[in-house]
């Protein structure tokens, strides 16, 4: 029986004349929540104003704290931070980079650096030690939260490496959690204390990615451990919104780097300048992630495919999981391929 039929034989049965209105009610319901996110993701994409840094304290001697700040987007976060007026503690494993960068910030934008390396991998409170020492009388304002590792090649859960495991989560989520811990007080009592008339506002930023956005097979570890940092930074967004901290989980797709391991950068590819900025210009909006609380996706193409993701197939479906094994299956052939292509010239 075809709808028309259907709607002939039984128009007049109040109970199909319910259920049709009720249908309808709740079509227009979801079609005006579509309607609302998508305004909202193009006024926070290309409308509205940049934020002003003035706000977390940038050219009122105000610190920023960045982990991981000695290359890729790291460095870009302590660059362009200090350009807008913050100085800037710098945090990563190696020493010389770190010196090299602090020389830059200073001689380019005027501002003060301290340095602070360690290896973040081994855990080791020495590491905490050191960082809190270097920041216990600094006024505090913002902590970017960057330091991450991912898996060398993707590779099936079952032959991860148990260090490639242990790394991974201790870097990206251990050690996060501690650093914060020693962090976010300074930021606290930085804004909250009697002598900030300006009412300057605390910052914390957390990169996550899109391989925690998506449960990613081949990155199974990575993929938890940044799932994992977007439950808890929401929920320390929470904790910390009455002591005038704004918390955000940062989310990206691919962005050149070494992580990455691309060098081109194109429209769905940014590199760490054009990503950064697009983040920094956008804190407090949630871009492409509409739905999350404390949450942004801030670069424009990023910020498509989210929605679009989210508003379609869903990111926790089978077809998206079963499309991203696929994807990264091909990725540790070709990984594979390149590495035995390399060793054989060596051996040449
Ligand atoms: N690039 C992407 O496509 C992408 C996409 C989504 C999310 N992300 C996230 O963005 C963040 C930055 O990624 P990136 O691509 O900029 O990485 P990157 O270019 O590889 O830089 C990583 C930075 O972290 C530091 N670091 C690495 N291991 C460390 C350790 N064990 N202890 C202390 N410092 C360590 C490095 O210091 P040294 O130079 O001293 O080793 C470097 O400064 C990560 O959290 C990543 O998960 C990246």
Redesign the pocket.
């Known amino acids: 029986m075809s709808f028309t039929q259907f709607f002939d034989n039984y128009s007049d049965n109040l109970i199909v004349q319910y259920s049709l209105i009720f249908a309808l009610l709740v079509g227009v319901f979801h079609l005006t929540i579509f309607l609302l996110k998508f305004g909202s993701l193009v006024y926070d994409l290309f409308i509205a104003a940049p934020v002003n840094f003035s706000k977390y304290g940038a050219g009122s001697g105000k610190w920023a704290v960045v982990t991981?700040?000695?290359?890729?987007?790291?460095?870009e976060y302590a660059l362009q931070l200090a350009k807008k007026g913050l100085s800037i503690v710098l945090v990563?494993?190696?020493q010389s980079?770190l010196e090299l960068i602090a020389k830059e910030i200073e001689t380019a934008y005027k501002v003060n650096t301290k340095i602070v390396a360690?290896?973040?991998?081994t855990d080791d409170e020495e590491n905490y030690l050191k960082l809190e020492k270097a920041v216990f009388d600094l006024p505090v304002t913002v902590l970017i939260n960057?330091?991450?590792?991912?898996h060398s090649i993707p590779v099936p859960f079952l032959e991860t490496e148990k260090k490639e495991l242990q790394d991974i989560i201790t870097?990206?989520n251990i050690a996060t959690l501690k650093i914060t811990q020693i962090i976010a007080p300074r930021i606290v009592s930085t804004v909250n204390n009697a002598n900030n008339q300006k009412n300057t506002r605390g910052l914390i930023l957390t990169?996550g990615?899109?391989?925690g956005l998506l449960p990613t097979p081949y990155l199974a570890t990575y993929s938890g451990s940044?799932a994992f940092l977007q439950s808890w930074s929401a929920a320390l967004a929470g904790e910390l919104a009455a002591d005038n901290v704004d918390v955000e989980l940062v989310i990206?797709?691919?962005?050149t780097?070494?992580?990455?391991k691309i060098k081109r950068s194109s429209s769905t590819i940014p590199n760490?300048k054009q990503f950064v900025s697009s983040t920094l210009k956008g804190i407090g909006r949630r871009n492409g992630a509409q739905e999350r609380y404390a949450t942004s996706t801030p670069y424009w193409t990023h910020a498509l495919m989210h929605f679009g993701i989210d508003s379609t197939v869903g990111v926790y479906s089978k077809f998206a999981n079963k499309l991203n094994l696929q994807m990264h299956q091909s990725i540790r052939q070709r990984a594979l391929k390149k590495a035995a292509r390399l060793a054989a010239e060596k051996k040449d």
């Open positions: 991981g700040a000695s290359d890729g987007i790291g460095k990563s494993r190696t980079k360690f290896d973040a991998s960057n330091v991450g590792q991912s870097i990206n990169m990615s899109f391989g940044k990206s797709y691919l962005v780097s070494a992580m990455s760490p």
